[in-house]
C-alpha cells in the first residue's frame, strides 16, 4: 500500500492492521449506502406481490425472475377497447373541420390512465394464421355496425359464435379476389415484384390488403376510429396490418417517397376539396413511378352515378377536376377499366419545373419543412417535389425479394450510414433471431402472426424473420435518426411515433412486441411506466414481449412487468457476458373483475 504521493508506507504491521481494518468498515459503509439507493429505487415499484395464481405459465427452465413489483389496478370494463389518442369521449373537445377530431389528441398526463386494460366478456385467444384471415371470434371484436349497415356488400357476416369475411367490400361486393385480379390486369407490375409496398386510404374490414399478402404485396391498411366502430380492430384481428389513421390536417406517420401503391376504394375522401391537400399527402408518401388506384366516385361515372344520389353533369365535373389536379402534381393517367382508375406518379423531374410559374396550383413547397417530417406537422397546399435522384424511384429499386437484402441509396442518407453499416446490421440480426428461436420457440409458428418493432433502425429484425408466417410494423421513433426510408426501401413497412404517448391501435392487437434498448434511448424523455402500460394495452392476452436492454433497465423494467400480471425469465444475449440481458416475458389472460363471466 502506497501514500497519495505514491511513496511506500514503512512495514509497521500493527499500522497495516489498523488501516485495513478502517478500509473494510468504510467498504462496508459505502456498500449499505449503495444497497439503501438501490433498494430504495425498486422500492417505487415494489408495493404488492402478484399472486402466482394469476401468473401465465411459461417455460421458466432458466429461472423465474423473484423480483417483486408494483400491482396495476383493472380499468373498468367500459375501457376494453381504449385508444388513448383517438378517444371518442375526449372528440367534443375539437373541430368538426375536416374530421379534426378523429385525428391524434392524446390526453395530458393528468389524465393518462395508470391501469391494465381488460378483454370484453367471452374474449378467446385469436384464431390463428391463416384460418384468421377468414374469421375471428365475435366475442372478441363485439360490434354489429358493419355487419347490420354493409349486409348487401359482404365485408362480414356473423355466423354463430364467429365473423365471417367473404371478402367483399363496397367496390367488390362479389369478392376482392376478382377485383384484385382487374387491378393486376391493369398494372402488371404488382405480378413481378415490381410492386411490394402499399397503403390502404379507408381500408373497411382490410380485406383489399389481405387479399394481396397472397400475392408478395405488403399493404398498411388505414382508417380512423369512427361509426364503423372498430375496421383497424377487424384488421388486426384477422392478422392483417393496419394502423388507426385519417388524413385530415397532419401529415401520415410515414416517411416521402416511400410507397410503391396507394389505393382508395371508396374510401369517402374529398380529395379534390381544400386545394387537394389530401391527394397532397399521397403524392408525398408516394414514391416516384408509384401507382394511385382509385375505385368508386367520381371513376366509371358514365355507369354509375345513378346510384350515387347525384347527377352525371356533377360527376363528370368532379371526374374532370380530379384529373386537373392529378395532372398538375404530375400524375398522368396509366389505366382505367370498369371501376377501376390507375395513375402513375412521374419519375421525371423535368414535369416539376412548371411549378416555378407562380401562376400554376398546387405550387412548390418551399417552406423549408422537411420532406420526411411527418410527426405533427401539418398539412401543406403544395407539391413535395422528389429528389432527381434515381434513389427513391420505383423503377430504380432491385425488385422483391432481393430487395430485401440490397442497401438502399437512401442508407447514405442517415449520419453515420453506410452500405457497410446496412450489411452488418442485416448479419447481426439473423444472429440475434436465430437466438431468440431458441429463447422463444413460438416464433415462426402459428401462435405469433402480429409483430411490433418497437425500435427498429432498419428493419433487420423484421428481415430476419420474413420466411416467418408473421408480418412485422417497423417503430422509428420520431427522436432518432430517420432510418423509416430504409425500411420502406428494402420492401418492410413502418411508422413514425413517440413512445412518450400511446401508439395508433387498439388493444390486443401484437402478439409479439420487440423492444431493443428502447428504454435506454427513450428513458430520459418517457416515463417506462408509461412505456410498460401502453405495451400491455396493445400486447394480446398469452402474447410475448422480448426486451433486450442494459442489465440495469432489466432490474428496472422486470418489476413492472410482474406487477402486470406477465410471467418474465431473464436470458442472456446470443453472446454471453455483456452487459446488455434478454427478458422474455409473457402477458396472462385474464377477466375483469366486472365480467358477467
Given at each position: 500500500?502506497?501514500?497519495?504521493?505514491?511513496?511506500?508506507?514503512?512495514?509497521?504491521?500493527?499500522?497495516?492492521?489498523?488501516?485495513?481494518?478502517?478500509?473494510?468498515?468504510?467498504?462496508?459503509?459505502?456498500?449499505f449506502y449503495l444497497g439503501g439507493i438501490f433498494c430504495s429505487e425498486k422500492e417505487t415499484y415494489a408495493t404488492k406481490e402478484v399472486n402466482r395464481e394469476d401468473e401465465t405459465p411459461i417455460d421458466n427452465s432458466a429461472g423465474s425472475l423473484q423480483t417483486r413489483g408494483n400491482s396495476f389496478t383493472e380499468c373498468s370494463a367500459d375501457y376494453q377497447d381504449y385508444t388513448p389518442c383517438t378517444d371518442p369521449r375526449r372528440w367534443k373537445k375539437y373541430g368538426l373541420h375536416r374530421l379534426t377530431f378523429m385525428e391524434r389528441h392524446c390526453p395530458p398526463n393528468f389524465e393518462r390512465k395508470e391501469c391494465l386494460v381488460p378483454p370484453p366478456d367471452g374474449y378467446k385467444v385469436p384464431i390463428r394464421w391463416p384460418k384468421s384471415k377468414n374469421e375471428c371470434w365475435y366475442r372478441n371484436v363485439p360490434y354489429d355496425w358493419i355487419n347490420k349497415q354493409k349486409s348487401n356488400q359482404h365485408w362480414l357476416v356473423k355466423e354463430g359464435?364467429?365473423?365471417?369475411?367473404?371478402?367483399?367490400?363496397?367496390?367488390?361486393p362479389n369478392g376482392v379476389g376478382k377485383y384484385v385480379d382487374l387491378m393486376e390486369d391493369l398494372i402488371p407490375q404488382m405480378k413481378d415484384g415490381t410492386?411490394?409496398?402499399?397503403?390502404?386510404?379507408?381500408?373497411?374490414?382490410?380485406?383489399?390488403?389481405?387479399?394481396?399478402?397472397?400475392r408478395g404485396i405488403l399493404t398498411v391498411s388505414l382508417a380512423p376510429r369512427d361509426n364503423h366502430e372498430a375496421q383497424v380492430q377487424f384488421a388486426l384481428e384477422r392478422g392483417i396490418p393496419a394502423v388507426l389513421g385519417i388524413i385530415s390536417t397532419q401529415r401520415l406517420p410515414f416517411p416521402s417517397n416511400s410507397f410503391d401503391m396507394a389505393h382508395c376504394s371508396r374510401c369517402l375522401i374529398p380529395w379534390t376539396e381544400f386545394g387537394g391537400v389530401?391527394?397532397?399527402?399521397?403524392?408525398?408518401?408516394?414514391?416516384?413511378?408509384?401507382?394511385?388506384?382509385?375505385?368508386?366516385?367520381?371513376?366509371?361515372?358514365?355507369?354509375?352515378?345513378?346510384?350515387?344520389?347525384?347527377?352525371?353533369?356533377?360527376?363528370?365535373?368532379?371526374?374532370?377536376?380530379?384529373?386537373?389536379?392529378?395532372t398538375s402534381m404530375c400524375f398522368k393517367l396509366f389505366n382505367k377499366?370498369?371501376?377501376?382508375?390507375?395513375?402513375?406518379?412521374?419519375?421525371?423531374?423535368?414535369?416539376?419545373?412548371?411549378?416555378?410559374?407562380?401562376?400554376?396550383?398546387?405550387?412548390?413547397?418551399?417552406?423549408?419543412?422537411?420532406?420526411?417530417s411527418a410527426w405533427y406537422t401539418p398539412l401543406r397546399p403544395c407539391v413535395v417535389v422528389p429528389p432527381a435522384t434515381r434513389k427513391v424511384k420505383l423503377n430504380a429499386l432491385a425488385k422483391w425479394p432481393e430487395r430485401l437484402h440490397v442497401a438502399p441509396e437512401r442508407v447514405s442518407?442517415?449520419?453515420?450510414?453506410?452500405?457497410?453499416?446496412?450489411?452488418?446490421?442485416?448479419?447481426?440480426?439473423?444472429?440475434?433471431?436465430?437466438?431468440?428461436?431458441?429463447?422463444?420457440?413460438?416464433?415462426?409458428?402459428?401462435?405469433?402472426?402480429?409483430?411490433?418493432?418497437?425500435?427498429?433502425?432498419?428493419?433487420?429484425?423484421?428481415?430476419?424473420?420474413?420466411?416467418?408466417?408473421?408480418?412485422?410494423?417497423?417503430?422509428?421513433?420520431?427522436?432518432?435518426?430517420?432510418?423509416?426510408?430504409?425500411?420502406?426501401?428494402?420492401?418492410?413497412?413502418?411508422?413514425?411515433?413517440?413512445?412518450?404517448?400511446?401508439?395508433?391501435?387498439?388493444?390486443?392487437?401484437?402478439?409479439?412486441?420487440?423492444?431493443?434498448?428502447?428504454?435506454?434511448?427513450?428513458?430520459?424523455?418517457?416515463?417506462?411506466?408509461?412505456v410498460m402500460l401502453e405495451m400491455d394495452r396493445i400486447l394480446r392476452p398469452n402474447g410475448y414481449a422480448i426486451i433486450r436492454e442494459s442489465s440495469y433497465f432489466i432490474d428496472v423494467v422486470a418489476p413492472m412487468a410482474k406487477g402486470m400480471r406477465w410471467s418474465c425469465r431473464e436470458e442472456d444475449t446470443e453472446y454471453s457476458g455483456q452487459n446488455e440481458k434478454i427478458l422474455i416475458c409473457q402477458k396472462k389472460l385474464w377477466y375483469s373483475k366486472e365480467s358477467s363471466l
Open positions: 500500500m502506497k501514500h497519495k504521493d505514491g511513496k511506500p508506507y514503512p512495514p509497521n504491521k500493527n499500522s497495516k492492521k489498523i488501516q485495513v481494518t478502517l478500509i473494510v468498515v468504510v467498504l462496508c459503509g459505502f456498500s359464435e364467429k365473423f365471417i369475411f367473404p371478402g367483399g367490400g363496397t367496390m367488390f410492386v411490394r409496398t402499399a397503403i390502404d386510404t379507408g381500408c373497411g374490414v382490410a380485406s383489399w390488403g389481405g387479399d394481396l399478402l397472397d389530401y391527394l397532397l399527402e399521397v403524392h408525398r408518401i408516394l414514391r416516384p413511378g408509384g401507382f394511385w388506384v382509385l375505385s368508386g366516385p367520381p371513376v366509371n361515372y358514365e355507369n354509375r352515378w345513378r346510384g350515387w344520389n347525384t347527377t352525371i353533369e356533377e360527376q363528370r365535373s368532379d371526374y374532370e377536376k380530379l384529373q386537373e389536379l392529378l377499366k370498369d371501376d377501376i382508375a390507375v395513375w402513375q406518379k412521374l419519375t421525371d423531374n423535368s414535369c416539376y419545373k412548371k411549378l416555378d410559374n407562380p401562376d400554376n396550383y398546387p405550387p412548390k413547397c418551399d417552406d423549408g419543412t422537411e420532406p420526411d442518407d442517415i449520419r453515420g450510414g453506410s452500405e457497410g453499416a446496412f450489411k452488418h446490421d442485416d448479419s447481426k440480426w439473423k444472429v440475434r433471431a436465430k437466438h431468440y428461436k431458441k429463447l422463444l420457440p413460438a416464433i415462426g409458428t402459428e401462435k405469433i402472426r402480429n409483430v411490433m418493432d418497437m425500435n427498429t433502425l432498419y428493419g433487420g429484425f423484421a428481415a430476419a424473420l420474413v420466411e416467418d408466417p408473421l408480418w412485422v410494423m417497423n417503430v422509428v421513433s420520431s427522436y432518432a435518426a430517420n432510418t423509416l426510408p430504409v425500411v420502406y426501401d428494402r420492401g418492410l413497412i413502418g411508422t413514425f411515433h413517440d413512445w412518450c404517448e400511446a401508439f395508433s391501435t387498439y388493444p390486443r392487437t401484437y402478439d409479439l412486441l420487440h423492444v431493443d434498448n428502447l428504454f435506454t434511448a427513450e428513458s430520459h424523455r418517457c416515463e417506462m411506466k408509461y
